[in-house]
């Protein structure tokens, strides 16, 4: 028997082989070699040295086969040559395919137990944060309003002229504007000349989006505005350049001075509890007419003006009222502003200050906290 090893180099003239046993004999001893060498492929390079050395098109057994065994063969074995032939290409193939398979399992694998999840390691500790003080004062408020049927709109902190003054029913050189002297921004000309004249400004209170609102919706409207807004103050206990307010706008058809309080009072009972009293005293705004401030009964001292040990409650100043936002109703020259027929619809306004509400809900006796951002503040409202 010729050497497995060269046999697929010699014609089968020059190995012997003349019949149809011998052949098959010949294709089975090439078949175990085949089959042994397939079961030793770990590797991708064994992969392609194995396919290469059995099925490569060029000098390949398979290739080699076809040349020396097959064409060269004597017309009575060419036949049963040319089968054996075909069912070992077809076995060559699975013998491929099988181990191309295989390592591809097994990189999944490999693959799969360098992502597995180590659940006895300790865990990566995220400290979770917390909203803002002034953001959870704001969620309260409006969850309050939000009970009693209005709802939730923002506006722009970057504000015109026009909106931020002129339609609050604040013409140029009104003194009003002085109290609300902000920033200007110098932003080049808008071509558009009714609503964005130059310079833009840094808004002074949230009242822009009454008209902004009302310009949107007909009524009836219910709105409250929370947001930033701007001013030119000097930083201290009370006052800060950038500060917070809530906006409310209620307007109607039938809409009462009464409705108006009666809001205010069940908002004011909600926020700092059913014992407080509300009352108002005269005040003024261009754009609301008459004008109030709102006061509460000291949830401090419950209205007495006086410290639990004796002397005068810290917190009023014995004043037994604190002040807490300006409101009013809507000045009929506003709704001129919007289109609104002024002596069909009527309605209130308020603007809170959210910051130093916190201060008093909360005992905070110095507004620049809620800007420093110390952790150390902070975890004290988680
Ligand atoms: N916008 C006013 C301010 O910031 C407050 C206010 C709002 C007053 C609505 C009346 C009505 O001072």
Known sequence: MPSAENSTEKTLAELGVRTPEAVSALFAGLRERANKEQRWIDQSDKFEQFRVKWVGRKSGILTQVTENWLKPSDPELKRIVGQVLNEFRTHLQRLVDQAQQDLDV????????????????????????????????????EDIFFSIGFSVVEGPEIETPYYNFEA?????????????????????????????????????????????????HKPPVRVIVPGKVYRRDNPDATHSFAFHQIEGLAVDTDITFC??????????????????????????????????????????????????????????KGAAWIELFGAGMVDPAVYGFVNYDAKKVSGFAFGIGIDRLAMLKYGIDDIQVFFQNDVRFLRQFP
């Open 259 to 316: 409705d108006f309080t009666g809001t205010i009072e069940y908002f004011v009972k909600q926020f700092f509890g059913p014992s407080v009293k509300t009352r108002f005293r005269p005040s003024y705004f261009p754009f609301t007419e008459p004008s109030v401030e709102f006061d509460v009964s000291c949830p401090f001292c419950g209205g007495t003006g006086a410290a639990a040990g004796g002397g005068t409650c810290s917190k009023c």
């Open 106 to 141: 097994r990189a999944g694998q490999a693959a799969d137990a360098r992502e597995r999840i180590d659940l006895s390691l300790p865990g990566v500790i995220r400290p979770t944060g917390s909203h803002h003080l002034i953001r959870q004062v704001f969620q309260e408020i």
């Open 168 to 216: 609050l029913n604040i013409p140029e050189f009104h003194p009003v504007r002085d109290d609300m002297d902000t920033f200007y921004l110098e932003l080049p000309p808008s071509s558009d000349k009714k609503t964005a004249p130059t310079p833009l400004l840094l808004r002074t209170h949230t009242s822009p989006m009454q008209i902004r609102t009302m310009e949107k």
